[in-house]
């Protein structure tokens, strides 16, 4: 018996070895920084640095635009925040480029067997049915809504903030509790009640559930979870059981969340023709998979997980990026004083007209709103890398030439299958050869000048990588970007922004997302404290 686990083991090591020599030949020439340790590679420290880019950007301004990094047992990884190779992967090879298989099952366990997990022609599948929820026409129906909750969230913050002049706020906090409840009402037709904290009970789980499952892992867990590469497909279900805090949160959220959301969805899935007239996404989604070939139908765990996926993703990546706008706006109050002046104004002629909220054209109308959004994906990106693994062999094309470890100048890079990429999105949206010289600052007014005919077209909206990109993009970026336009209206409308009396250093911390904390005070978990106070 010892022999035979002994024989099963050094199976096992040969096999991994095969792989990773293979992967380490084919980049040898890349030049990169030396990994901390074979074991490790540079996946300890860049999981762990103190803010997000912080290796990223020292890495591009060392080797240019595309590095090598080391994985673990010594597995070479081309990191890359170039135009067209990003281009290349995200848009003109799609499927062929997957999801490293750690970071798939991590999704998986966070949102079910959705669309964010899906892999292939599973994904490609669910995307034709969820397509018809995600059309600007139907997106646009939901504005009255966002303004709606973006109004109760004003007035609960207007009784606090008169008690008790320039209050500080955990603005984060809030702004979750309203993205939550707008994905409900907007996804499912259902209430939350994030906001009056009546069934807080997903509010609770998700508040800070990336600081309890993903922030400052073990190096061990961090070990472990690279080791899924390499499981069997038999063993994957069981991993979310490995018995570790992070993972028992994990596994908590997603009962939550099933109970919660259970009665709903059964609810949803009665008669089809109940749905004529429904505009919430789920009954448009259920609708478009019952008209689907039966091969190609979602089934019922497909379908829950696209809840669990909306309401995953839906609301904490939209309430982020508002809050790291806020926190510039504190920063910049010439700014702040513009947009309210934009806002205002606009709202003067919509009451001048006879209306009394703005209209889709009415917020694409305020400029000044519209870059300072754009600003903050690029110079905030709530998703600030993603890891790739090649189905097949490939050349990847360059826009910006590399120099060799020999000397010699690379304008492509040939790859096997098997190959991991790790795509710098924060890299990407600093690269001063696209956003100029002056890339590592907030400046909204950079999208005033900017001639986006001469960038090589990468991400979704406004070329910018943080919904990322092609076949994969995020399907709904323009629910959150109609939302955060209706919110920042409503907000900047009605209070002003400014950096609390207190001291608080907040740091970009990588856990999964990119979320916000106070340095040396992580009791307080993911915060964003600004000063508020009624806007005069």
Not at 266 to 290: F, Y
Not at 304 to 333: D, I, N, R, V, Y
Request: glycine fraction near 6%; charged fraction near 25%; proline fraction near 4%.
């Amino acid at each position: 018996m010892h022999l035979l686990i002994l024989a099963a083991f050094l199976s096992v090591t040969a096999a991994l070895t095969v792989v990773f020599r293979r992967r380490y030949r084919s980049l040898s020439y890349i030049r990169g920084p030396s990994p901390p340790s074979w074991l490790f590679g540079h996946d300890i420290a860049f999981l762990r640095q103190q803010e997000v880019g912080e290796k990223d950007f020292k890495w591009m301004k060392e080797y240019g635009v595309t590095w090598r990094i080391t994985s673990h047992f010594g597995t070479q990884v081309l990191m890359t925040a170039d135009p067209k190779a990003m281009q290349h992967v995200f848009h003109k090879s799609g499927y062929n480029y997957v999801k490293r298989r750690d970071h798939a099952e991590m999704s998986r366990m966070f949102t079910g067997p959705g669309i964010i997990s899906a892999q292939g022609e599973v994904h490609q599948r669910h995307r034709k049915i969820m397509n018809p929820a995600f059309s600007a026409p139907q997106l646009r129906t939901f504005l009255t809504l966002f303004q709606d909750i973006g109004i109760k969230m004003c007035d609960k913050w207007k009784g606090e903030v008169l008690d008790a002049p320039d209050k500080t706020v955990y603005v984060n906090k809030w702004l979750a509790r309203t993205t939550l409840d707008i994905i409900g009402e907007a996804a499912f037709a259902y209430d939350y009640g994030a906001l009056d904290q009546r069934n807080d009970r997903l509010s609770k789980v998700y508040s800070n559930i990336f600081v309890k499952t993903t922030l400052h892992s073990s190096k061990w867990l961090i070990l472990w979870r690279s080791m899924w590469n390499y499981f069997p497909d038999a063993l994957m279900p069981y991993i979310k059981y490995t018995p570790t805090k992070e993972h028992r949160h994990i596994r908590h959220a997603t009962r939550i969340f099933q109970e919660v959301v259970g009665q709903v969805f059964d609810d949803l899935t009665g008669d089809v023709s109940e749905k004529e007239g429904k505009k919430d996404v789920m009954s448009i989604l259920v609708k478009a998979n019952a008209s689907e070939d039966p091969k190609s139908q979602l089934s019922y765990t497909e379908m829950t997980a696209q809840m669990q996926s909306l309401t995953f993703a839906g609301h904490e990546t939209t309430a982020s990026t508002l809050s790291w706008m806020l926190w510039e706006l504190a920063k910049h109050p010439d700014y702040q004083a513009k947009m309210r002046a934009e806002i205002r104004a606009t709202r003067s002629a919509v009451l001048a007209r006879g209306d009394t909220s703005f209209t889709i054209d009415d917020l694409d109308s305020m400029t000044s709103v519209l870059n300072a959004i754009k600003e903050t994906l690029r110079f905030h990106p709530i998703v600030f890398n993603l890891w790739r693994e090649a189905v097949n062999d490939d050349v990847i094309p360059l826009s910006e030439p590399i120099i060799s470890a020999t000397g010699e100048t690379i304008h492509s890079i040939p790859i096997r299958a098997g190959q991991w990429l790790s795509m710098s999105i924060c890299s990407y949206n600093r690269l001063p050869q696209v956003w100029g010289e002056d890339a590592d600052s907030w400046n909204p007014d950079r999208f005033l000048d900017i001639d986006q005919t001469k960038q090589v077209r990468v991400g979704v909206f406004a070329n910018l990588m943080t919904f990322s990109a092609g076949v994969r993009g995020c399907i709904g970026w323009r629910f959150s970007l109609i939302e955060m336009q209706a919110l920042a209206a409503e907000l900047l409308e009605r209070f002003e922004f400014g950096l609390p009396k207190e001291h608080y250093e907040i740091v970009r911390v990588p856990a999964g997302l990119m979320i916000p904390l106070v340095k040396d005070r992580l009791e307080l978990g993911s915060v964003m404290p600004l000063q508020v106070s009624m806007a005069q």
